[in-house]
């Protein structure tokens, strides 16, 4: 008997000693099936397992030791009658003996092989660490009952540890479905977004910025310098450097990347840069908007035609000519032709309205041959024209003239197997010094073309009294 007590004494010792052994192992640091097997290393324990359940009612479960075994058998385990007879009562049961025959079904190996256990409540339920935990043996324990209170002990400290690892895994969930969330926000958001870090690697590339670029993001990464790639000219590329804010901006900036087949894009960026060094870029690809505002105002300001400016259009080029000149700005006087096709009427009725059109256009281009850069022609009715020359004093409008009557006699309208050669009259004012308004420019513009027409066509005229 006094030799039993010694045992018993010494499993006790022996279990404590274990159990002051493992406490500094309790670390946060560690997961759960580690700890579970360093209980079972430092208990000789051949199972332990922790069966834990959330608010929500998502059940965890960490199995470890020599024997298996499965979250379903667990469940019937616990669900069993004498547990959920008991289930306001017992905070710790222990097993001294066929504690196998309880847990699993008699093909399960742990049937007969599991002796002892020890199954501890973790906490009253909706507790945040809301469970069971078992210790099991395979070998009978004579110091079960001393093993018992070790367990209360240990499932105190474990716990704690227990509790931090649901916070910690109710924060990771809520980080992941916060990162899922911007992560689909960034892969599916109909806007470019792509980031660089301060080695100009790109960290960052969405599935628009691939769409739109053509390019993925190992591809840029290829590159010695990805932003190359886009800019091809290194000036341009200077200036998209410089332009990165380390605020995010109210304003986009208008830039033309070039796309991986060569075309030019219209976008607007955003270009942030972060405190750690890279650079987050946020862009929207403007250039079907962009090509159809250039077609609009095409449309608004060409005559369908001759593809030369409309009245509008023309007059309000003169007007800026104008108003330069009232501002007494270097280089600001200029001359404006009023042309006028002679006899077109007859070419309408002899040749024909298509022909009568072709002669217009043909008129049209041999004219925009001799044009000097920076002029602008306009059609301000049916066969009258308007011709504005900036810096160009009235003989050299002039003989700008006489070079088109010449360039009109050698290169007739060809209408088939004949020729047609067009004839004009304009009137030229030279403007310089204090102009007045666009009006009384083009009634003196008007006055020397009908001058021309009195005196027989085919000749231009200056309006003196403008100047
Ligand atoms: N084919 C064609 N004819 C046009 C167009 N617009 C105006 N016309 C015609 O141009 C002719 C202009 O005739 P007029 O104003 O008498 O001038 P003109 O015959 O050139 O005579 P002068 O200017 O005095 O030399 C008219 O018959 C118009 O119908 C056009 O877009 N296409």
Redesign the pocket.
């Known amino acids: 008997m006094k030799q039993a007590n010694r045992e018993n004494i010494n499993d006790s010792a022996r279990a404590l000693h274990a159990l002051a052994k493992l406490m500094p192992k309790l670390s946060s640091q560690r997961t759960l099936m580690d700890l579970l097997q360093t209980i079972n290393h430092t208990f000789g324990a051949q199972l332990s397992w922790v069966m834990m359940e959330d608010e929500a009612g998502q059940q965890q479960f960490v199995s470890t030791g020599e024997l298996t075994c499965y979250p379903t058998e667990i469940k019937a385990f616990l669900a069993s009658t004498l547990l959920q007879r008991h289930h306001q009562a017992w905070r710790v049961i222990c097993w001294k003996e066929n504690s196998g025959t309880l847990i699993f079904p008699p093909t399960h190996p742990g049937h007969t092989q599991l002796q002892c256990g020890v199954l501890y409540k973790l906490s009253p339920q909706h507790d945040p660490c809301n469970g069971y935990f078992f210790l099991g043996f395979t070998q009978p324990q004579e110091s079960i009952t001393v093993l018992k209170e070790v367990v209360v002990i240990l499932v105190e400290k474990l716990k704690d540890y227990l509790t931090g690892l649901v916070a910690r895994e109710r924060t990771a969930k809520e980080m992941q479905r916060v990162i899922t969330q911007y992560k689909t926000l960034f892969e599916r958001a109909p806007v470019l977004m792509n980031s660089f870090d301060r080695h100009s690697r790109c960290v960052l590339w969405n599935a628009e910025c691939e769409k739109v670029f053509g390019w993925t993001m190992a591809e840029i990464n290829a590159h010695s310098d990805p932003l190359a790639l886009f800019y091809p000219d290194p000036e341009v590329r200077r200036r998209v450097r410089e332009s990165v804010n380390t605020t995010p901006l109210n304003d986009m900036y208008e830039w033309h990347p070039v796309r991986r087949d060569g075309v030019q894009l219209t976008i607007l960026w955003s270009n942030i840069s972060l405190p750690d060094g890279s650079i987050l870029n946020i862009g929207l690809d403007i250039t079907a908007r962009k090509k159809a505002e250039q077609q609009l105002h095409m449309k608004a300001t060409t005559d369908d ?1 001759t593809r030369c400016l409309n009245r509008f259009a023309i007059l309000q080029q003169i007007g800026a000519a104008l108003e330069a000149c009232r501002r007494e700005q270097a280089d600001s006087h200029f001359s404006v032709m009023m042309l ?10 002899k040749w024909g ?5 072709a ?2 256009v043909h008129f049209c281009d041999c004219l925009r041959a001799l044009m000097p850069p920076g002029s602008a022609l306009g059609r301000v ?3 009258e024209f308007l011709l504005l020359l900036p810096k160009t004093r009235s003989d050299a409008a002039v003989q700008l003239s006489i070079a088109l009557r010449q360039a009109l006699s050698l290169t007739p309208l060809k209408v088939g197997s004949r020729s047609l050669t067009l004839s004009f ?1 304009a009137g030229v004012v030279e403007v310089c010094g204090k102009p007045r308004d666009t009006s009384s420019l083009l009634i003196s513009a008007d006055k020397a073309l009908y001058d021309a ?1 009195r005196g027989g ?1 085919g000749k231009t005229i200056v309006a003196v009294d403008y100047l």
Do not use: P, T, Y
């Open positions: 035609l006028d096709l002679d006899f077109f009427k007859q070419i309408n009725d309205h298509l022909v009568g059109d002669a217009l009715g049916g066969e009259s027409k066509r």
